[in-house]
């Protein structure tokens, strides 16, 4: 299918900046596909164009139809409605995990999916639609998490206390939703592909991308509002599903205040860096940015303006008389303020008698399938009583339709209204307001709007109420329609502007150029990926000489006050318990830590577990009693300076102490004032440096509110080098080639556990050169992961946020956690269950049966 070759004012992929790679293509992911498919009663496929949602498909038409960009829609297929069995495909019955009675039509065969396939993109006029299916038997499912959890919370509504097992449930599929994209884009992508990702559905889309594809950039742009961190903090998966978002080059929102929400989320949740348009995480930058979305302004103007419009203009004249008429146009549902409009309208009925029987509200509703009959109930008593209060022979103040009214209705109500008024009290971008702009050009009635409505970004000059505020709304009708026809067109014309300046293509270049322009400032588009665990998963169980290499605090145990207090949890110990359980597994804890300390919690409970202490000083073997001391041979006269120094240093700070330790010596300033504590840390630093530097040979390190001194002889990193190579770590008699791990997680939160990091990437560097093979996986099993603070500048090639995320990700190895718990990945089959599970494989069955029985 070709282009229209109208790429005139489109941003370009030869705009590119040359330090990047591009493939000149764009990949659009949007929850839905642009069409209803419906199977027949003559079991034929039909497929035909879906309402709504118009400017982001226009985006997308565009984009491929006119500019240069080679153009692709991932999107699912949305719920598919089979005419035989409607209610069955919509009702909300418990989809039993075997899908024992699952025989209805929805069991589609390759044909009838090429055949769908072919039919969407001759609709579309394009060949690079990717359907996504999921063909469970309740559709509805995959929506559940998104508009039953999410779509509340962001429009400021939080759901009644509950158990959580239902939103368990929903989140599993929300999950699942996701990953049917990773999926489908990992087979399309390539390197230099812009992924552009739409949506509330979607948000845990860009980290799943980033774990996998490597010089791709993904752009994610929300579409409703962003709630304040005092909202959004109240959902349970609140971390994970910022750090979904913040896989994403760039975050788009409709209006700054959106995005101001959502940066504020970022440093109050999970404690990111942020500034006023960026949030870094571990090295990697996400740029944040407010981009209200346009219309199809051309478009609309031809349809709008067509000679048929006209003879629905004259009927609705002639209907209303001579009559003012307010029009209104919003879907049922709570956040839309319906309730608010017709209590003003009232109220303004009441307030200013003189335009009784002057003046009428035609309500445009349309009930979406998740509608409250709370709300219509309310609805229609407002609009019974403003009509039996108000209404004569020839007059009733309130017409609502609650129906779809087909374009032409609309465009001819957008055109001879002489108001619109619309009250949402939360919305992210009211295309009617938009739309009612473009149709009022000639005519220059105004514009009521919500200030909370996002909106009001792009059109600034409306006239702007606060929905629950009624008197205030009502006057604001009065004085609006008393406007002089002199002030109409002067607001008119800026607001026309304001829409004009920001059409749908513009908006679609703004994104694309917005984020071409950040890239150009970045060094990587990678920085440190969260750590991909369900690739870890699959290493772990297809090797056999497996290393754990762990440092202790910050990593296993949570950072607390007293050092003393560190210990180990319960569940920390069932984790070490399975680890060592598996005599694949060698497991050692390589810390900053005394001989006593972890002999005590660790050696006396665990002895397979082999023990590095003081950063390298001392090590005891699995199973083994003694320790060895790395440093036997070395001076060790530099303790009375530290010593010395650091009793002065406590001495001047309160809340500080000195931990002796054989060999090290660490400076604790975590309970002293933070910034005495820092300013002192400082300068105890130099003072050792200047002291010691000289003279001895040890390193002077700033831990976690701490200093630490020790022997340069040794660090973690000697201690893993020789745990990797050797068969005994102090004689360092080398490994055979068959004896070397095939699986190393490394974890660690300090900067002393960067030398564990460093030396575990020149392994990796060195068995490259030797051109060892690779696993089944593409790599030779090496993890070296940081363990937060996220704002860190690690040579780690993957992170986890947190001690808890550590234990979860453990206990996923050894079978105790799920990988929905974590956030992802999952593989899927056509149906949404997880590959080759139990319940997949019995669908299967089910489905050839079904088949075969035809
Ligand atoms: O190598 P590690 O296992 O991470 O040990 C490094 C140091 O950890 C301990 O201090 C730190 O953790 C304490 C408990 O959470 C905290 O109170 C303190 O502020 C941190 O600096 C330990 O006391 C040191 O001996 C270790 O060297």
Redesign the pocket.
């Known amino acids: 299918m070709t282009k229209n070759n109208d790429s005139y004012g489109w941003v370009s992929p030869n705009d590119f900046p040359s330090n990047l790679k591009t493939s000149k293509r764009i990949i659009n992911c949007m929850t839905q596909l642009p069409n209803e498919i419906v199977k027949t009663e003559s079991g034929d496929w039909k497929v035909s164009t879906l309402r709504g949602s118009s400017a982001l498909y226009a985006s997308n038409k565009a984009l491929h139809d006119e500019s240069e960009w080679e153009t692709h829609l991932v999107a699912w297929t949305g719920e598919i409605v089979s005419n035989f069995n409607k209610t069955k495909l919509f009702n909300d019955s418990k989809d039993d995990e075997f899908d024992k009675f699952d025989k209805d039509p929805l069991y589609l065969t390759e044909n009838d999916k090429e055949e769908i396939t072919s039919k969407i993109q001759e609709s579309n006029k394009n060949d690079n639609i990717h359907p996504i299916w999921l063909l469970r038997k309740d559709q509805h499912r995959w929506r559940k998490y998104a508009e039953n959890v999410l779509w509340p919370a962001f429009h400021y509504m939080i759901n009644e206390p509950n158990d959580g097992k239902e939103e368990t449930s929903w989140w599993y599929d929300y999950v699942k939703f996701n990953e049917a994209y990773a999926a489908k884009i990992k087979q399309i992508a390539k390197p230099g592909d812009i992924i552009w990702i739409h949506d509330y559905y979607l948000l845990l889309l860009p980290q799943l991308l980033r774990m996998e594809l490597k010089d791709v950039y993904i752009c994610h742009f929300l579409h409703i509002p962003f709630p304040s961190s005092e909202y959004f903090r109240c959902l349970p998966k609140r971390k994970i599903l910022l750090d979904g978002m913040l896989g994403a080059n760039q975050l788009g929102f409709q209006s700054y205040s959106f995005a101001r929400h959502f940066i504020s989320c970022c440093s109050r949740v999970n404690g990111y860096e942020t500034t006023p348009t960026e949030v870094t995480v571990h090295s990697f930058t996400s740029k944040v940015v407010a981009l209200p979305l346009g219309i199809d302004i051309k478009s609309l103007e031809k349809d709008a303006f067509k000679p048929e419009i006209e003879d629905k203009i004259k009927i609705l004249k002639e209907l209303n008389k001579d009559r003012k008429i307010i029009i209104g146009r919003d879907r049922l549902d709570s956040v839309r303020g319906v309730v608010q409009k017709l209590q003003a309208f009232e109220l303004f009925l009441d307030i200013y008698p003189e335009w009784r029987e002057k003046v009428v509200l035609i309500q445009v509703s349309f009930t979406p399938y998740y509608h409250s009959s709370k709300l219509e109930k309310k609805v229609n008593e407002l609009i019974s009583n403003i009509n039996r209060k108000y209404s004569t022979i020839n007059y009733q103040p309130v017409s609502h339709y609650n129906m779809r009214i087909n374009k032409e209705e609309y465009f001819a109500l957008l055109r001879v209204a002489d108001l619109c008024l619309i009250t949402s009290i939360r919305d992210g971008m009211n295309t009617t307001a938009l739309e009612y702009i473009v149709c009022q050009k000639l005519k220059c009635s105004p514009l009521v709007l919500s200030e909370f409505s996002g909106t009001t970004s792009v059109l600034q000059d409306s006239i702007q109420v606060n929905p629950w505020d009624s008197v205030g709304v009502a006057n604001a009708i009065n004085e609006s329609l008393l406007l002089s026809n002199e002030k109409k067109s002067f607001i008119e014309n800026k607001l026309y502007k304001a829409v004009n300046k920001n059409s749908n293509k513009d908006w679609t270049c703004k994104v694309i150029s917005n984020l071409m322009n950040f890239m150009a400032t970045q060094t990587s588009s990678q920085g440190t990926p969260y750590l991909n665990k369900p690739l870890l998963l699959k290493s772990y169980e297809t090797s056999s000489r497996r290393m754990f290499l762990f440092?202790?605090?910050?990593?296993l145990?949570p950072?607390?006050?007293?050092?003393n207090a560190?210990i180990p949890s319960i569940r920390l110990y069932d984790i070490l318990e399975g680890l060592t359980k598996d005599p694949n597994n060698e497991v050692w804890i390589i810390?900053?830590?005394d001989q006593a300390f972890l002999e005590k919690w660790i050696g006396s409970k665990y002895p397979e577990i082999g023990l590095s202490a003081e950063?390298g000083c001392f090590m005891k073997k699995a199973k083994k009693q003694e320790w060895i001391n790395l440093t036997e041979s070395l001076d060790m006269s530099w303790q009375t300076i530290v010593e010395e120094i650091f009793s002065k240093y406590n001495e001047k700070t309160p809340g500080t102490f000195t931990?002796k330790?054989k060999v090290a010596l660490?400076w604790?300033y975590?309970k002293a004032d933070p910034i005495l504590g820092s300013y002192q840390a400082e300068k105890c630093k130099a003072e050792l440096i200047e002291k010691l530097n000289d003279k001895y040979d040890v390193e002077v390190m700033s831990?976690?509110?701490?200093l630490?001194v020790r022997p340069k002889f040794v660090n973690k990193g000697e201690i893993v080098k020789r745990l990797v190579k050797c068969n005994d770590p102090i004689t360092q008699e080398s490994k055979n080639m068959n004896e070397l791990p095939d699986f190393v997680v490394c974890l660690g939160?300090?900067t002393?556990d960067e030398d564990m990091f460093r030396a575990l990437n020149k392994i990796e560097d060195e068995w490259i050169e030797e051109k060892r093979e690779i696993n089944k996986h593409g790599s030779y099993g090496l993890y070296p992961i940081t363990v937060g603070p996220a704002n860190k500048v690690t040579v780690a090639k993957a992170y986890l946020n947190d001690p808890n995320q550590v234990l979860d990700t453990l206990g996923l190895l050894l079978g105790k956690v799920s990988l929905f718990e974590t956030g992802g990945t999952v593989e899927l089959d056509d149906r949404g269950h997880l590959k080759n599970s139990a319940s997949s494989l019995l669908s299967k069955q089910n489905r050839e049966d079904y088949l075969k029985s035809k």
Do not use: F, L, M, Q
Request: hydrophobic share 15%.
């Open positions: 440092d202790y605090d910050g990593t145990t950072i607390v006050r007293d050092p560190a810390s900053g830590r950063h931990e330790k660490t604790h975590r831990g976690k509110a701490n630490e939160d300090d002393t």
